[in-house]
Nanobody, 123 residues
Framework: QVQLVESGGGLVQPGGSLRLSCVASGSGFGINTVGWYRQAPGKQRDLVAAIPSDGNTAYADSVKGRFTISRDNAKSTVALQMNSLRPEDTAVYYC?????????????????WGQGTQVTVSS
């Protein structure tokens, strides 16, 4: 299977910036779509941004113009640059990936989540 590990969360003041990174590891896999989700206390997990293999990006309305998602296929990484952060951006951010992996006999689909990284925007 494929494992995802996030990094880059932390505490930042309103108006500040953070960059989240996620790296995928495993053997014999290919990633189609990667994305970032977030979950605030007492709320559901929502999509923040996604980028499929064709490179077209999608963003939640609340982050358009402030967040930028990017991927490096050679390094199996995805990043989320977050600018002009607001207190309402406070949440646990999760990396997500879907694709296929080789199990020794054939290619199977997978869907993986990272463990999450806390982002807190507060003065």
């Amino acid at each position: 299977q494929v494992q995802l590990v996030e990094s880059g969360g932390g505490l930042v003041q309103p108006g500040g910036s953070l960059r989240l990174s996620c790296v995928a590891s495993g053997s014999g896999f290919g990633i189609n779509t990667v994305g970032w989700y977030r979950q605030a206390p007492g709320k559901q997990r929502d999509l923040v941004a996604a980028i499929p293999s064709d490179g077209n990006t999608a963003y939640a309305d609340s982050v358009k113009g402030r967040f930028t998602i990017s991927r490096d296929n050679a390094k199996s990484t995805v990043a989320l640059q977050m600018n002009s952060l607001r207190p309402e951006d406070t949440a646990v951010y999760y990396c997500s990936a879907r694709g296929t992996y080789y199990n020794g006999r054939g290619w199977l689909p997978f869907g993986s989540w990272g463990q999450g990284t806390q982002v807190t925007v507060s003065s």
